[in-house]
């Protein structure tokens, strides 16, 4: 959307209107209220949202279960510094003067941008996930203001542009925006999905070199056990219908999404017990724990816990495409 802050209420506004006009399914990606100014939106969305299904209009949402968000730190940098590309960008960081500007721009109060630096309380709100170089490494893991001590930088605004400049890079980076009350309502919604909005990637070789959210490893898990577990937010069925049916009708997947005569054997079978994850932001290189078998196209992926060697996977499309 245009925006998951300042502007929550008009981006999910202008989704629905696009929604209406053009015809289409709205999806809101992701759904979240983004910094503590901005908290208390959320009740307004959901009312919005729930009102417009109300009157039958095919518009859902989906979410990932964490308090964190994930973006470039040359996000922090104001957009019109990004004008031209990421070779203009790393042109004006070479310029004392325009270093200067950027940094009255973050510090200033208002502005016609979503400052990331000022809705999560500054540096230490922010965590380095993963840089370019290899000399820049240690960083990863480490909030901003502890990365600037490292480097010997008094400002942690003049740390976050000299590392970009530097490692001439985005820099993955982990920013602490969200509410956990929040996260707890939308999880109670029946018309929000999960997604874990990363890679997947195994927990060896070189994928250990950069640091991840941890959301790429635990956000199903954390569902299973955290929420429907532990504080029973919602029932396990209806976690496994949003974890499978419900996003499978909602991309029109052409025989997903069900255990049924006719469709495609996709099953996971886990233990609701012990299913948990085990990610953490210092430590995201975790598997969680719990699940047992994954059933792919009907050819077992995983058994006892550990990969068959089986690559089953197909091409899913769309509404119409068998």
């Known amino acids: 959307m245009r925006s998951e802050g300042d502007a929550l209420i008009e981006g999910v506004e202008e989704l629905m209107r696009i929604m209406r006009e053009g015809g289409v399914r709205a999806e809101i990606w992701h759904l979240k209220a983004a910094g ?4 208390h939106k959320m009740e307004n969305v959901i009312d ?18 964490y308090n964190a968000g994930g973006t470039g730190l040359s ?6 510094y990004h004008d031209g590309g990421a070779g203009k960008l790393l042109e004006r ?5 325009t270093r200067r500007q950027i940094h009255q721009d973050i510090t200033s109060a208002g502005g016609d941008w979503e400052n990331l630096y000022a809705s999560v309380g500054g540096a230490s709100g922010v965590l380095i996930l993963s840089v370019r170089k290899d000399e820049h490494r240690q960083y990863q893991g480490k909030t901003l203001d502890v990365v600037a001590q490292m480097m010997s930088i008094d400002d942690p605004i003049d740390a976050l542009m000299e590392l970009v400049r530097r490692d001439r890079s985005r820099i993955s980076s982990a920013y602490f925006m969200m509410s956990e009350e929040n996260i707890r309502k939308e999880v109670q919604l029946p018309w929000v999905a999960f997604g874990s909005d990363a890679s997947s990637t195994p927990a060896e070789g070189v994928f250990l070199k950069v640091s ?13 056990g955290k929420y429907v577990r532990e ?14 049916r419900f996003p499978a009708d909602n991309l029109e997947l052409d025989r997903r999404g069900r255990i049924e005569r006719g469709y495609f054997a996709d099953i996971v079978v886990f233990d609701a017990d012990t299913i948990s994850d085990c990610a953490t932001y210092e430590e995201p ?17 995983l058994r006892d816990g550990e990969h068959t060697g089986e690559f089953s996977g ?9």
Not at 36 to 39: C, L, T
Not at 52 to 64: H, L, N, Q, V
Not at 93 to 97: A, K
Not at 231 to 244: D, G, M, N, T, Y
């Open 75 to 80: 996000n922090c940098i104001p957009p019109k």
């Open 36 to 39: 503590r100014p901005n908290w």
């Open 314 to 322: 197909r091409a899913l499309y769309g509404p119409g495409k068998r």
């Open 93 to 97: 960081l070479e310029d004392p003067s």
């Open 231 to 244: 504080e029973k937010l919602i029932s396990l069925p209806e976690a496994v219908r949003r974890l499978s």
């Open 48 to 65: 919005i949202v729930e009102r417009a299904r109300a009157r039958g209009e095919p518009i859902s949402a989906d979410m990932y279960l």
């Open 285 to 301: 290189h975790q598997y969680a724990v719990g699940v047992r078998d994954v059933i792919v196209n009907g050819r077992p992926a």
């Open 212 to 224: 991840t959210h941890p959301r790429a490893y635990g956000n199903f898990a954390r569902l299973l």
